[in-house]
DNA sequence: TTACACGTTAAAGTGAACTCTAAGTCAAGC
DNA sequence: GCTTGACTTAGAGTTCACTTTAACGTGTAA
Protein backbone atom coordinates (compact mmCIF):
# COMPACT_ATOMS: atom_id res chain seq x y z
CA UNK A 1 0.00 0.00 0.00
CA UNK A 2 0.91 3.27 -0.61
CA UNK A 3 0.66 7.22 0.79
CA UNK A 4 -0.29 9.90 -1.28
CA UNK A 5 3.30 11.22 -1.66
CA UNK A 6 4.59 7.69 -2.83
CA UNK A 7 2.29 7.53 -5.50
CA UNK A 8 2.32 11.22 -6.69
CA UNK A 9 6.79 10.21 -6.96
CA UNK A 10 5.70 6.83 -9.06
CA UNK A 11 3.05 8.72 -11.08
CA UNK A 12 5.25 12.18 -11.11
CA UNK A 13 1.45 14.10 -10.65
CA UNK A 14 1.49 16.12 -7.92
CA UNK A 15 -0.71 15.38 -4.63
CA UNK A 16 -2.76 18.36 -5.15
CA UNK A 17 -3.78 16.86 -8.61
CA UNK A 18 -4.05 13.02 -6.97
CA UNK A 19 -6.36 14.54 -4.51
CA UNK A 20 -8.51 16.80 -7.16
CA UNK A 21 -9.30 13.76 -9.31
CA UNK A 22 -10.90 11.92 -6.36
CA UNK A 23 -12.94 14.87 -5.72
CA UNK A 24 -13.25 14.61 -9.52
CA UNK A 25 -15.32 11.39 -8.82
CA UNK A 26 -11.76 9.23 -10.76
CA UNK A 27 -10.29 7.48 -7.89
CA UNK A 28 -11.34 5.73 -4.66
CA UNK A 29 -8.33 5.22 -2.58
CA UNK A 30 -9.14 3.25 1.06
CA UNK A 31 -8.60 5.26 4.07
CA UNK A 32 -6.48 4.51 7.21
CA UNK A 33 -8.53 5.24 10.91
CA UNK A 34 -7.37 8.30 10.94
CA UNK A 35 -8.41 9.45 7.19
CA UNK A 36 -5.00 8.93 5.48
CA UNK A 37 -5.20 7.79 2.00
CA UNK A 38 -3.69 4.32 1.15
CA UNK A 39 -3.79 3.14 -2.41
CA UNK A 40 -3.15 -0.47 -3.35
CA UNK A 41 -1.66 -1.57 -7.13
CA UNK A 42 -5.05 -1.57 -8.30
CA UNK A 43 -5.93 1.91 -7.75
CA UNK A 44 -1.94 2.83 -8.90
CA UNK A 45 -3.06 1.16 -12.59
CA UNK A 46 -6.08 3.04 -12.31
CA UNK A 47 -4.91 6.20 -11.86
CA UNK A 48 -1.81 5.42 -14.60
CA UNK A 49 -4.94 4.98 -16.80
CA UNK A 50 -6.34 8.12 -16.13
CA UNK A 51 -3.10 9.44 -16.93
CA UNK A 52 -3.37 8.66 -20.07
CA UNK A 53 -6.73 9.58 -20.83
CA UNK A 54 -5.61 12.94 -19.94
CA UNK A 55 -2.48 12.78 -21.60
CA UNK A 56 -4.56 12.54 -24.80
CA UNK A 57 -6.75 15.54 -23.89
CA UNK A 58 -10.23 13.00 -22.55
CA UNK A 59 -11.83 15.55 -20.37
CA UNK A 60 -12.27 14.44 -16.81
CA UNK A 61 -16.10 14.92 -17.41
CA UNK A 62 -16.02 11.50 -19.94
CA UNK A 63 -13.41 10.19 -17.36
CA UNK A 64 -15.83 10.13 -14.84
CA UNK A 65 -18.72 8.88 -17.13
CA UNK A 66 -16.17 5.55 -17.76
CA UNK A 67 -15.88 5.20 -13.92
CA UNK A 68 -19.56 5.67 -13.47
CA UNK A 69 -20.22 2.95 -16.02
CA UNK A 70 -17.48 0.47 -14.42
CA UNK A 71 -19.13 1.09 -10.48
CA UNK A 72 -22.91 1.14 -11.94
CA UNK A 73 -21.97 -2.54 -13.62
CA UNK A 74 -23.54 -5.49 -12.21
CA UNK A 75 -25.20 -8.51 -13.43
CA UNK A 76 -28.51 -7.10 -13.84
CA UNK A 77 -27.27 -4.26 -15.66
CA UNK A 78 -24.42 -4.86 -18.15
CA UNK A 79 -22.25 -1.32 -18.79
CA UNK A 80 -19.71 -3.17 -21.35
CA UNK A 81 -21.20 -1.97 -24.47
CA UNK A 82 -21.69 1.56 -23.22
CA UNK A 83 -17.76 1.65 -22.10
CA UNK A 84 -16.36 0.12 -25.27
CA UNK A 85 -18.60 2.87 -27.00
CA UNK A 86 -16.86 5.45 -24.94
CA UNK A 87 -13.23 3.79 -25.63
CA UNK A 88 -13.77 4.03 -29.18
CA UNK A 89 -15.43 7.42 -29.50
CA UNK A 90 -12.38 8.42 -27.90
CA UNK A 91 -10.15 6.02 -30.21
CA UNK A 92 -11.56 8.39 -32.92
CA UNK A 93 -10.08 11.64 -30.92
CA UNK A 94 -6.76 10.32 -30.82
CA UNK A 95 -6.62 9.35 -34.04
CA UNK A 96 -7.80 12.60 -35.27
CA UNK A 97 -4.84 13.90 -32.94
CA UNK A 98 -2.59 11.76 -34.91
CA UNK A 99 -3.40 12.91 -37.99
CA UNK A 100 -2.99 16.53 -37.35
CA UNK A 101 0.41 15.80 -35.32
CA UNK A 102 1.86 13.90 -37.85
CA UNK A 103 0.91 16.64 -40.76
CA UNK A 104 2.05 19.25 -38.49
CA UNK A 105 5.12 17.88 -37.78
CA UNK A 106 6.00 17.42 -41.49
CA UNK A 107 4.80 20.68 -42.02
CA UNK A 108 7.35 21.97 -39.30
CA UNK A 109 10.32 19.65 -41.22
CA UNK A 110 9.62 20.96 -44.37
CA UNK A 111 10.50 24.48 -42.51
CA UNK A 112 12.92 24.05 -40.62
CA UNK A 113 14.69 22.48 -44.01
CA UNK A 114 13.60 25.99 -45.74
CA UNK A 115 15.12 27.83 -43.40
CA UNK A 116 18.41 26.42 -43.15
CA UNK A 117 18.89 25.92 -47.09
CA UNK A 118 18.31 29.62 -46.80
CA UNK A 119 20.31 30.81 -43.97
CA UNK A 120 21.36 33.24 -43.83
CA UNK A 121 19.21 34.94 -45.87
CA UNK A 122 16.05 36.77 -44.13
CA UNK A 123 14.35 38.32 -47.19
CA UNK A 124 13.58 34.71 -48.76
CA UNK A 125 11.83 33.77 -45.42
CA UNK A 126 10.19 30.40 -46.28
CA UNK A 127 6.78 31.77 -44.65
CA UNK A 128 6.63 34.88 -46.22
CA UNK A 129 3.88 36.83 -43.96
CA UNK A 130 2.99 38.82 -42.36
CA UNK B 1 -9.19 39.76 -50.64
CA UNK B 2 -11.61 38.38 -47.80
CA UNK B 3 -13.89 39.37 -45.14
CA UNK B 4 -13.28 38.14 -41.53
CA UNK B 5 -16.72 35.62 -42.59
CA UNK B 6 -15.30 34.92 -44.93
CA UNK B 7 -12.27 33.57 -43.55
CA UNK B 8 -13.70 32.51 -40.77
CA UNK B 9 -15.53 29.89 -43.03
CA UNK B 10 -12.98 28.85 -44.94
CA UNK B 11 -10.94 27.83 -41.89
CA UNK B 12 -13.79 26.95 -39.47
CA UNK B 13 -12.64 29.29 -37.13
CA UNK B 14 -14.72 31.72 -35.71
CA UNK B 15 -14.49 35.45 -36.94
CA UNK B 16 -14.25 36.37 -32.16
CA UNK B 17 -11.15 33.72 -32.22
CA UNK B 18 -9.96 35.62 -35.66
CA UNK B 19 -10.21 39.26 -33.63
CA UNK B 20 -8.71 37.90 -30.49
CA UNK B 21 -5.63 36.20 -32.36
CA UNK B 22 -5.37 39.79 -33.89
CA UNK B 23 -5.46 41.37 -30.36
CA UNK B 24 -2.38 38.70 -29.19
CA UNK B 25 -0.55 39.88 -32.04
CA UNK B 26 -0.81 36.59 -34.52
CA UNK B 27 -2.21 38.71 -37.07
CA UNK B 28 -2.21 41.82 -38.93
CA UNK B 29 -5.11 42.53 -41.24
CA UNK B 30 -5.33 45.50 -43.29
CA UNK B 31 -8.38 48.01 -43.05
CA UNK B 32 -10.97 49.78 -45.05
CA UNK B 33 -11.20 53.32 -44.96
CA UNK B 34 -13.78 52.71 -42.26
CA UNK B 35 -12.20 49.68 -40.41
CA UNK B 36 -13.42 46.83 -41.12
CA UNK B 37 -10.83 44.07 -41.64
CA UNK B 38 -9.64 42.59 -45.10
CA UNK B 39 -7.57 39.52 -45.39
CA UNK B 40 -5.32 38.56 -48.79
CA UNK B 41 -3.90 35.28 -49.17
CA UNK B 42 -0.45 35.98 -47.32
CA UNK B 43 -2.50 36.37 -44.20
CA UNK B 44 -5.26 33.64 -44.85
CA UNK B 45 -1.67 31.20 -45.62
CA UNK B 46 -0.60 32.82 -42.32
CA UNK B 47 -3.84 31.87 -40.50
CA UNK B 48 -3.51 28.28 -41.46
CA UNK B 49 -0.33 28.20 -40.03
CA UNK B 50 -1.01 29.66 -36.61
CA UNK B 51 -3.88 27.36 -36.26
CA UNK B 52 -1.61 24.34 -37.04
CA UNK B 53 0.69 25.43 -34.51
CA UNK B 54 -2.40 25.73 -32.05
CA UNK B 55 -3.80 22.40 -33.05
CA UNK B 56 -0.69 21.13 -31.43
CA UNK B 57 -0.64 22.95 -28.53
CA UNK B 58 2.17 25.54 -29.21
CA UNK B 59 1.15 28.48 -26.43
CA UNK B 60 -0.18 31.80 -28.43
CA UNK B 61 2.44 33.46 -26.20
CA UNK B 62 5.00 31.22 -28.36
CA UNK B 63 3.49 31.99 -31.27
CA UNK B 64 3.69 35.73 -30.67
CA UNK B 65 6.73 35.26 -29.97
CA UNK B 66 8.02 33.89 -33.39
CA UNK B 67 6.02 36.17 -35.07
CA UNK B 68 7.42 38.88 -33.02
CA UNK B 69 11.00 37.83 -34.35
CA UNK B 70 9.36 37.57 -37.72
CA UNK B 71 8.65 41.16 -37.91
CA UNK B 72 11.74 42.58 -35.98
CA UNK B 73 13.99 40.86 -38.70
CA UNK B 74 16.30 43.00 -40.74
CA UNK B 75 19.65 43.33 -42.76
CA UNK B 76 21.03 44.47 -39.73
CA UNK B 77 19.20 41.91 -37.43
CA UNK B 78 18.58 38.73 -38.61
CA UNK B 79 16.49 36.37 -36.39
CA UNK B 80 16.14 33.42 -38.51
CA UNK B 81 18.37 31.36 -35.84
CA UNK B 82 16.12 31.88 -33.16
CA UNK B 83 12.92 31.09 -35.62
CA UNK B 84 14.44 28.05 -36.30
CA UNK B 85 15.13 27.32 -32.33
CA UNK B 86 11.99 27.90 -31.97
CA UNK B 87 10.32 25.62 -34.44
CA UNK B 88 13.31 23.13 -33.46
CA UNK B 89 11.98 23.64 -29.76
CA UNK B 90 8.14 23.07 -31.10
CA UNK B 91 9.27 20.00 -33.03
CA UNK B 92 10.44 18.18 -30.44
CA UNK B 93 6.81 18.96 -28.00
CA UNK B 94 5.32 17.56 -31.24
CA UNK B 95 7.19 14.64 -31.37
CA UNK B 96 6.71 13.80 -27.84
CA UNK B 97 2.99 14.08 -28.55
CA UNK B 98 3.18 11.44 -30.66
CA UNK B 99 4.95 9.38 -28.74
CA UNK B 100 2.02 9.72 -26.00
CA UNK B 101 -0.46 9.49 -28.68
CA UNK B 102 0.82 6.03 -30.10
CA UNK B 103 1.22 4.45 -26.94
CA UNK B 104 -2.34 5.46 -25.87
CA UNK B 105 -3.85 4.50 -29.36
CA UNK B 106 -2.31 1.03 -28.70
CA UNK B 107 -3.34 0.91 -25.08
CA UNK B 108 -6.93 1.67 -26.06
CA UNK B 109 -7.04 -0.94 -29.10
CA UNK B 110 -5.50 -3.33 -26.50
CA UNK B 111 -8.59 -3.00 -24.22
CA UNK B 112 -11.19 -2.43 -27.16
CA UNK B 113 -10.44 -6.14 -28.11
CA UNK B 114 -10.36 -7.48 -25.01
CA UNK B 115 -13.75 -6.28 -24.09
CA UNK B 116 -14.88 -7.65 -27.17
CA UNK B 117 -13.13 -11.06 -26.33
CA UNK B 118 -15.16 -11.10 -23.17
CA UNK B 119 -18.25 -9.55 -24.08
CA UNK B 120 -20.93 -9.44 -22.05
CA UNK B 121 -18.73 -10.52 -19.38
CA UNK B 122 -18.37 -7.64 -16.99
CA UNK B 123 -16.87 -9.67 -14.19
CA UNK B 124 -14.20 -10.53 -15.63
CA UNK B 125 -13.29 -7.06 -16.98
CA UNK B 126 -9.60 -6.42 -18.22
CA UNK B 127 -9.64 -2.80 -16.30
CA UNK B 128 -10.00 -5.11 -13.14
CA UNK B 129 -9.94 -1.75 -11.04
CA UNK B 130 -10.97 0.29 -9.35
C1' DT C 1 8.02 17.73 24.47
C1' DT C 2 8.80 20.15 20.95
C1' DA C 3 9.80 20.33 16.33
C1' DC C 4 8.76 19.10 11.89
C1' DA C 5 7.35 16.42 8.09
C1' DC C 6 3.39 14.89 6.29
C1' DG C 7 -1.33 14.36 6.22
C1' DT C 8 -6.34 16.43 6.11
C1' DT C 9 -10.33 19.83 4.39
C1' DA C 10 -13.28 23.46 1.91
C1' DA C 11 -12.97 27.00 -0.76
C1' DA C 12 -10.82 30.56 -3.24
C1' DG C 13 -7.48 31.71 -6.83
C1' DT C 14 -4.99 31.13 -11.32
C1' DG C 15 -3.87 31.01 -16.26
C1' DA C 16 -4.93 29.92 -20.82
C1' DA C 17 -7.87 30.39 -24.45
C1' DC C 18 -11.48 31.64 -25.81
C1' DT C 19 -16.51 33.65 -25.80
C1' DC C 20 -19.83 36.92 -25.04
C1' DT C 21 -21.89 41.55 -24.18
C1' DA C 22 -23.08 46.16 -24.98
C1' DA C 23 -22.99 49.93 -27.50
C1' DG C 24 -21.95 51.66 -31.53
C1' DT C 25 -20.86 52.59 -37.08
C1' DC C 26 -21.85 51.85 -41.77
C1' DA C 27 -23.53 50.30 -46.55
C1' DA C 28 -27.12 48.07 -49.19
C1' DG C 29 -31.78 47.01 -50.29
C1' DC C 30 -36.84 48.00 -49.85
C1' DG D 1 -35.86 57.17 -44.63
C1' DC D 2 -35.73 52.76 -42.40
C1' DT D 3 -34.38 48.22 -41.55
C1' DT D 4 -31.15 44.61 -41.76
C1' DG D 5 -26.99 42.60 -41.20
C1' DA D 6 -22.15 42.79 -41.00
C1' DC D 7 -18.78 45.06 -39.08
C1' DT D 8 -16.31 47.79 -34.99
C1' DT D 9 -14.54 48.27 -29.83
C1' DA D 10 -13.27 47.54 -24.80
C1' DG D 11 -13.95 44.85 -21.43
C1' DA D 12 -16.34 41.40 -18.79
C1' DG D 13 -17.54 36.50 -18.41
C1' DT D 14 -16.81 31.42 -19.04
C1' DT D 15 -14.68 26.97 -18.95
C1' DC D 16 -11.28 23.75 -17.86
C1' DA D 17 -7.92 21.82 -15.15
C1' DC D 18 -5.57 22.48 -11.95
C1' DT D 19 -3.19 25.15 -7.82
C1' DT D 20 -2.96 27.59 -3.73
C1' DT D 21 -4.48 28.99 0.74
C1' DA D 22 -5.60 28.64 5.41
C1' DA D 23 -6.40 26.26 9.21
C1' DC D 24 -5.87 22.26 11.29
C1' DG D 25 -4.53 17.00 12.80
C1' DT D 26 -0.99 13.20 13.43
C1' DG D 27 3.24 10.44 14.06
C1' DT D 28 7.95 10.06 15.06
C1' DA D 29 12.83 11.41 15.97
C1' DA D 30 15.94 14.33 18.83
Known sequence: MYTISEI???TQTTAHTIRYYEKE???FPSRTANGVRRYDETQLTWLRFVLRLRATHMPIEQIRQY???FLSSSDEHDTTNDRLRLLEAHQQTVRAQLQELKQTEQM???KIAAYRRLHPSVSTDPVRSP
Open 67 to 69: VDL
Open 8 to 10: SRL
Open 108 to 110: ITD
Open 25 to 27: GLL
